[in-house]
Every structure is written in C-alpha cells, then in structure tokens.
C-alpha cells in the first residue's frame, strides 16, 4: 500500500492456514509416549533458525531438574537432522527425546494428537517473528495448547492458545511453561478449545479461498478425543 499505492481494499493477505478436513485428530496412542506420562510434540523443519537445539538443551534441563516423565518427539527433516541427533547423543537425552525424521502425514497427526502440548522452539528474530508457521494452526487444529517464544505472527495466530517465552532466558523459561502446562490439565484443555474455535472461525484455509469453499466447520467437541 505505501510503495505500490494500492488502495486497502484492493489488498487480501492470503495466510498459511489448515484444511479441516484432511487435518483432523485422530485417537492417541499412549505407546508413542516411550514410557513417560507426558508427550510434547513438534513438527517443522530442522534447520539453524528453528530452535531445535533450545528444545534439546530443554529436555536437558527437565533431566537435570528430574522431571523425567515428559518424552520430546520432533518430527520432519532438514539440513540439520543429523547434528540435532548427534547432540541428543552428546547431552545423553536419548531416553527423553526422539527425532523420527520425515514420516507419513498418518504417523504424524497420531503423535500430535497424542502430544499433552505442543511447542515452536524457532529462535526469536525478525524473519520468525513475521512469518505465520503452518505448526501453529496444526497445533491449534487439533486443539493443543502450545508453548512458543515471543513473535508478531505467533502470538497474533495463537493468541490464549500458547504461552510466549522469554527470549533472553530460553530454555530455562521455555522449560518453566511446558511444566506449568503439563502440571495444569484444566489450562491445557481451555488453551486446545480455545485454539480449535480460532482455526474454526478465522484462520482455517478456507478463509483465504476464494471463492469460498464449502463450510468444513465441526464443533471442537467433535473432533476432540
């Protein structure tokens, strides 16, 4: 609008957003969480600027602080899926994390939807905070609270469905909101309802479609499980 003179009215953001039905929860599978009572989920890529090695220095210190009963499972794959699974080695967190590398979109909505919470570890900077990540709407299309860093897009996609950490403290704050979620059931399930309603009304894909596309909408009680 300000370089090109167009007019605001002639302007359409078009968002990342989530088909709501292909992108749908599926039962949980307790297995999946390797024996812990907890389960924190992620997808994404796996490179510098994805925070990947935040959340394994996270899982570190949950070890140290003996919160062992929370297992990280990190699916996708990039150019640094090897080094991230050489440092989970090196900082001896092989019984609290797994990176399952790319896997088919069937595996992967059973973990996230067997996930207590869910996470975007991306390193606070000007790219990640003014790029919406599609993580964010799967995570809140299958109603599951998260816990992300400070970012524009972040917090204006997930609004009361995540808490936001401290860039200047990373892991020890990041790890201090997974705990509070996971030592609060009621606010996770108030956090995933509220995420579901917000992809439900504003952010699926079929709000940047046009025309529009048939309405997809289902209750959150629905698709919950």
Not at 76 to 104: C, N, Q, Y
Not at 148 to 161: K, P
Request: with cysteine; aromatic share 8%.
């Amino acid at each position: 609008m300000t370089r090109g003179g167009i007019a605001k009215d002639d302007v359409f953001v078009v968002r990342n957003g989530v088909e709501l039905n292909r992108f749908k929860p599926v039962p949980p599978n307790p297995a999946l969480k390797g024996g812990k009572r907890f389960l924190v989920g992620y997808v994404g890529n796996m490179s510098a600027q994805d925070g990947l090695d935040i959340l394994i220095e996270v899982a570190l210190h949950l070890k140290n602080i003996g919160r062992r009963e929370v297992h990280f499972t990190c699916v996708g794959g990039g150019p640094g899926l090897a080094s991230l699974r050489k440092l989970v080695v090196d900082k001896h967190v092989e019984d609290m994390m797994t990176f399952t590398g790319r896997i088919p979109d069937g595996e992967l909505l059973e973990i996230l939807s067997t996930a207590d919470v869910c996470v975007n570890p991306d390193k606070p900077c000007s790219m990640n905070s003014m790029s919406t990540m599609i993580k964010i709407m799967e995570y809140m299309a299958l109603g599951k609270p998260i816990v992300q860093f400070e970012g524009t897009e972040g917090r204006f996609s997930a609004q009361d469905s995540s808490l936001y950490g401290d860039g200047d403290n990373q892991v020890v704050d990041f790890s201090e909101k997974i705990l509070w979620l996971l030592d609060h059931p009621d606010e996770r399930t108030r956090m995933g309802e509220y995420g579901w309603r917000r992809i439900e009304k504003e952010l699926a894909w079929e709000y940047s479609v046009w025309p529009p596309a048939g309405s997809v909408r289902k209750s959150f009680q629905q698709n919950a499980i």
